[in-house]
């Protein structure tokens, strides 16, 4: 009995272990809505399943792609990465698939493409939603075959390859426009991950701001032990238009350029921050005012109705009324007199 109590409690603790609510490795953020991500990723890991990361430039999909690829089990195999959007329209099949030698002028001799390389691993396609209309059959034919023949070649090869996409495009908009495929959108995104933007992410501002201090002043030798206030109320003001890349470039630029042992709001390169108020009651009044206000737009007005959609009586939202010096349109007025 002690031994199988003993086993019960090894077990708990497992769970426990397992259900901890951490990021994927190389990850850094406490932010609910990525910690639920990250759990999603770990779920999609051990599969075959081909899932596209959808987000804005700089939000960590590729980040996250390598992490799928650390949690599945081709761990041990290649991670390979080809950006659409980088490469020439002309070069780009050849880069995917490979060719034989003297297939066009300058093949001295045959080349291994990006999807060859990465067999019995994991293939990243960045920015799919640049990739050019002609050449995406030839990946739908790819994907659902599982086969590749090299450019100039005759030969089919099989091959065994994991695929993750990614994109800041809207695929569906591109799909109804006519340039991407619909048969490629649907094989593709089998699972889909919309990744917030990093202005949408909470506490993750300062957060990653202090990890890439930590990283770049060790990088050059740098002795930075923080950030002065008026710096950390800039970084959590801004909205961060370029992501975790614009911030890792600004962080970076202000390591080396830092007078001092703290980096400055002028070393970051950003504009004064305005005021931010943490004060519960600052907030709590705030959200009321603009339920107030979100209430009357929904109801067209209507004062019953308005105090209805918000749980409270008609007094009590005169009374808010009145506590906020909110004035009231005619039309409600007259409405409620009716």
Avoid at 41 to 50: C, G, S
Avoid at 106 to 130: H, Q, S, Y
Avoid at 166 to 191: P, W
Wanted: proline share 4%.
């Amino acid at each position: 009995q002690r031994a199988f109590h003993i086993h019960d409690l090894e077990e708990d603790n497992r769970r426990l272990a397992m259900s901890k609510q951490e990021p994927l490795d190389g990850l850094i953020t406490n932010d609910p809505q990525m910690l639920k991500i990250c759990r999603q990723l770990e779920k999609i890991a051990p599969t075959t399943v081909t899932c596209t990361l959808l987000g804005e430039s700089g939000t960590g999909k590729e980040v996250m792609a390598r992490a799928i690829h650390q949690l599945s089990p081709r761990r041990e195999k290649r991670f390979v990465a080809i950006n659409c959007a980088a490469v020439p329209e002309n070069l780009i099949e050849s880069e995917l698939f490979g060719y034989e030698k003297g297939a066009f002028t300058g093949a001295n001799k045959t080349t291994l493409g990006k999807v060859e390389t990465a067999n019995e691993g994991t293939l990243f396609l960045d920015e799919i939603g640049d990739m050019p209309l002609n050449l995406q059959s030839k990946l739908l034919r790819f994907l659902q075959e599982r086969v590749i023949e090299r450019v100039g070649g005759r030969t089919e090869m099989p091959v065994d390859v994991r695929v993750i996409c990614a994109t800041n495009k809207d695929l569906q908009k591109m799909v109804h426009e006519g340039s991407f495929r619909e048969d490629l959108f649907y094989r593709i995104c089998e699972m889909t991950v919309d990744i917030p933007p990093l202005r949408d992410r909470q506490g993750d501002k300062v957060l990653l701001a202090r990890h890439f201090k930590t990283r770049f002043a060790k990088e050059h030798d740098q002795k930075i032990s923080g950030f002065t206030p008026d710096a950390i109320a800039a970084i959590e003001s801004y909205s961060w238009p370029g992501n975790i890349r614009e911030m890792e470039n600004k962080v970076k630029r202000a390591v080396i350029m830092a007078d001092g042992k703290y980096i400055t709001r002028e070393d970051l390169g950003l504009a004064v921050a305005g005021e931010l108020s943490l004060n519960l009651r600052h907030v709590r009044q705030e959200a009321e005012k603009g339920a107030i206000l979100r209430a009357l737009s929904m109801t067209d007005n209507n004062i019953s109705a308005a105090a209805k959609l918000l749980g409270i009586t008609r007094p009590t939202f005169y009374d808010l009324i009145k506590k906020y010096d909110m004035p009231i349109a005619n039309s409600a007025l007259n409405s409620e007199a009716d």
